[in-house]
């Protein structure tokens, strides 16, 4: 999720499939492992449930974390999670006529962009992790590869999906893609008296570790945006600071946990600050 550069140097991949592990190792630049190390590795794993393998990150301390986009929290969160009435959705706002398009800049597992996508919005994911990435590209390919067999939400909720394997900041300056949405939520340190976090988190911040440049992406998408940029915080944290004018929230929308910041393109231009 926007990690300091060259985190992949503590993961590579098993050879256990070979002619797979070459592919995802020219496709993403990835080390074949020589040996499995004692930190993390990718390999490929089945469940009894469910015989399709899937790319993990694997290690000795726990089980193998994998993005799953049909079962699972992700399929119970689809489920249960409040739809359209849910703080995280209510933030994206709507357009007259439709659903805004997303671009979701710090797509970690696809949690939150799996949501979205899940209640009808276009979201295209952009993780800078060439692991992470791998995962996501995975869990894609796997509902594709038995998308005749969902049913029509479903299919839906997979074809509203896209990916990009690319630095954000960098992504949205050089390209300046047309969105209207854009979401961040950015992985800060984790606080030594908090819970031990879930598998899946534990995963994450022992290989990318807390962002260090939300800085500079809220002003590259404060600069690209049609609509509004939303920034997810933990409850009772600062905004994210911003170098462009030191622009604050337009607006904010709470939950027990999360605050979601809202900056309104509009109101920004119209107060000159952009």
């Known amino acids: 999720m926007n990690p300091p550069k060259a985190p ?12 797979k592990a070459s592919a995802l190792s020219l496709k993403q630049g990835i080390t074949i ?28 301390s726990q089980g193998p974390v994998f993005v799953d986009f049909l079962a699972g929290k992700k399929a119970h969160r689809r489920q249960f999670g409040g739809g359209k009435g849910q703080p995280l959705v209510r933030a994206m706002g709507q357009l007259e006529h439709e659903l805004p398009s997303i671009l979701d800049a710090t797509a970690g597992m696809g949690g939150d962009s799996y949501v979205l996508a899940s209640l009808g919005f276009k979201v295209c994911m952009v993780e800078r992790s060439p692991v992470v990435a791998a995962l996501i590209n995975d869990a894609l390919e796997r509902a594709q590869s038995i998308k005749p067999e969902l049913d029509p939400e479903l299919q839906q909720s997979i074809e509203n999906l896209s990916l990009i394997n690319a630095d954000s900041t960098t992504y949205l300056l050089k390209n300046q893609p047309v969105v209207d949405t854009i979401y961040m939520d950015p992985m800060y340190p984790e606080k030594k008296k908090k819970a031990a976090a ?6 994450l911040q022992q290989l990318v570790g807390p962002d260090t440049d939300s800085e500079n992406l809220l002003e590259a998408a404060l600069k690209t945006a049609k609509f509004r940029v939303v920034v997810k915080r933990p409850k009772g944290a600062d905004p994210v600071f911003c170098p462009l004018n030191k622009i604050k929230p337009t607006s904010q929308i709470s939950s027990p ?16 600050q952009l």
């Open 8 to 19: 992949n140097n503590t993961i590579c991949i098993a050879n256990t499939y070979p002619n």
């Open 33 to 60: 492992c020589e040996y499995l190390p004692n930190l993390q590795w990718l390999d490929w794993v089945s469940e009894k449930k469910d015989p399709l393998l899937k790319l993990a990150i694997c290690s000795d």
């Open 198 to 203: 879930k598998k899946e988190m534990q995963a």
């Open 257 to 272: 946990n999360t605050r979601y910041d809202i900056y309104v393109i509009k109101a920004l231009k119209a107060s000159g």
